[in-house]
């Protein structure tokens, strides 16, 4: 039932950018209105307040503004060219839109340039420029702290958590979304909150905490009004249903909620309602009825991203021919399906590239700013040296001697430490990385430089699912190549300065100085997605690999190694327990 998810998220980047504005703005349209002789900054606060709900009397103010003979203030100036991209985004053309957008995302007003890099990332989207749409995400991180306005902040962590979603990264989007629930001010971004974390829980498969929170959700959606976000979330349940082949139920529900539906007058959510109702139709084998459906899903009007939301209709319009006898259009719809989900292929590739080499470029990026600090603090130390010693030539000796008496006892202890070592192995022999001694003494140099610098710290531990079996059915020799080929796949992923070891047979943990929470999530989670990804057919046989994952930081659980790996341990379990093969991040009760 995955196949109805892009329509869903694609179309709903519009209606959250572009559709959000309080239904009252337009009841208080004559009161609130401008008149002819107000300023040029209480026309553009106005313009801002209904750029949603009325975009005809948008576009009409920022005519007039345009073609005033007054002049504008720089502030004014940023402020009506935000205005405009955005216009020019809800029109449809976003390559205009990002070209005027860019124009202020360096504008001294932060706010106002945060704003406009959460327009522009969804434009990209929209586009499929993804490389684009990362690079943009990434700078609204950075802008994030300078933003003050509540909504402002809200739209844009929603931005952020919606953009994941239709990316796939939905470990990342959840985070996103339940900031937003636990922290918006306006109920209505709480409802699409709960919208947002419904989705990540859709996606993640995680159906005992949907349940939970799917009665909160409607209603927290239901007091505000917002029946568009309600009927979505009711599409969330809908496909829970008939995912468990609950036809009868999902059936129940289709028909109770399909007048919401038209209600919202979204061709989109009626395309979504049409294709379950083909499903659910075909399960229990009505065929003729899911034919119909399916029908009416592709004659539902013009769709944002079509490829998606017909390809489940497709799929049903051929079942349901197939199975009345019509060959001819049984195979016709099997075309059509097989081309569109082509498109959908193509596209979905385009984004994990994109995705990683995204990451890449950003990782690469913060090590030149990491190297660029470092200079700067070698660069003052050495200014504090030289002014030391025009001041005092008696403090340079005394440095000298203390420097040398250092790198004397460094000078020992390298010596010591070479004897030592030659009798214990850094290095695991078999995958290469460290063992289970060296990464304890390399995490707690890390540790200790982190705590006193006080910079984040993130641990990964990760254990291999059913790994026994595997050298049960197998043998060893496969066992040592599975072990060789996971820390391959994960290796690509990791800083210069992250401390990766095996610590146990089939248990691995990664150090990550300097990394916030949410990172090391992201990273556990592409870990976990590449070890399911390596192909076992060079092994001589054929199985699945798999990991679960738990994940800790410093700020739960401190900077004491001990007490991160329990923590991680501990969210590992809660990982194997909850089904193996995902990513737990530990939560401090």
Not at 3 to 31: C, E, H, N, W, Y
Not at 210 to 238: G, Q
Request: contains cysteine.
């Amino acid at each position: 039932m995955a196949l109805l998810k892009l329509v869903i998220k694609t179309a709903l980047f519009i209606v959250f950018l572009f559709g959000m504005a309080l239904p009252s703005f337009a009841l208080q349209k004559d009161r609130n209105s401008p008149e002819a002789t107000a300023s040029i900054a209480e026309k553009l606060a106005y313009a801002d307040l209904i750029k949603s709900s009325q975009p005809a009397n948008l576009s009409k103010i920022l005519i007039e503004i345009s073609e005033s003979k007054l002049s504008l203030s720089k502030t004014e100036h940023d402020y009506y060219q935000y205005l405009y991209g955005y216009s020019l985004a809800y029109n449809g053309k976003h390559l205009a839109a990002i070209g005027v957008l860019k124009n202020i995302i360096d504008s001294e007003d932060k706010e106002l340039a945060y704003r406009s890099i959460a327009v522009i990332s969804n434009s990209y989207l929209l586009i499929k420029q993804y490389m684009d749409v990362f690079y943009y995400l990434d700078k609204l991180d950075e802008l994030e702290k300078f933003v003050t306005t509540p909504s402002a902040l809200e739209n844009g962590i929603g931005v952020k958590s919606m953009l994941y979603n239709t990316l796939g990264v939905y470990s990342l989007a959840k985070s996103y979304a339940l900031q937003l629930i636990e922290n918006a001010q306006d109920p209505r971004y709480k409802c699409i909150g709960y919208q947002l974390y419904a989705d990540s829980l859709l996606n993640l498969d995680e159906k005992v905490e949907f349940e939970r929170i799917y009665p909160v959700a409607i209603d927290s959606c239901s007091s505000v009004n917002e029946m568009l976000w309600a009927t979505i979330i009711h599409a969330y349940k809908i496909e829970f249903l008939l995912k468990e082949q609950n036809f009868s139920g999902a059936l129940l529900m289709l028909d109770k909620q399909m007048p919401a539906v038209k209600a919202t007058k979204y061709p989109f959510i009626n395309t979504i309602y049409y294709a379950f109702y083909a499903y659910a139709y075909n399960g229990l084998n009505y065929h003729e009825r899911a034919l119909e459906s399916a029908n009416l899903a592709l004659n539902t009007g013009e769709i944002v991203s079509i490829h998606k939301a017909h390809l489940r209709a497709y799929e049903a319009q051929y079942q349901a021919y197939r199975e009345l006898g019509d060959s001819e259009a049984a195979l016709k719809s099997l075309e059509e399906f097989s081309d569109v989900n082509q498109t959908y292929n193509n596209d979905r590739l385009s984004q994990q590239k994109a995705f990683y080499l995204a990451r890449g470029e950003i990782q690469s990026k913060n090590q030149r700013i990491a190297l660029l600090d470092k200079d700067n603090e070698v660069l003052l130390l050495q200014k504090n040296i030289y002014e030391q010693e025009v001041k005092n030539h008696r403090l340079v000796m005394t440095l000298l001697v203390v420097v040398l008496f250092i790198a004397s006892v460094l000078a020992v202890r390298a010596v010591l430490g070479r004897k030592r070592f030659k009798l214990l192995a850094e290095f695991d022999h078999l995958t290469g990385i460290s063992n289970r001694y060296h990464f304890n003494n390399q995490a707690k140099i890390s540790l200790e430089y982190c705590q006193k610098n006080n910079k984040a710290v993130s641990l990964i531990l990760f254990d291999l699912d059913s790994f026994k079996r595997i050298n049960d059915e197998y043998g060893h020799v496969t066992g040592d190549w599975a072990l060789r080929q996971v820390v391959k796949a994960c290796r690509n992923f990791m800083r210069n300065n992250d401390v990766f070891g095996r610590i146990g047979g089939e248990e691995f943990a990664i150090l990550l100085p300097g990394c916030q929470p949410d990172k090391a999530m992201l990273l556990a989670e592409i870990c976990r997605e590449a070890i399911n990804s390596i192909d076992t057919a060079e092994s001589g046989y054929s199985f699945i690999l798999s990991a679960s994952f738990g994940v800790s930081n410093s700020a739960s659980s401190g900077y004491q190694l001990k007490q991160l790996l329990a923590d991680a341990d501990h969210a590992m379990y809660q990982a194997k327990k909850s089904g193996k093969d995902r990513v737990e991040e530990f939560a401090a009760l």
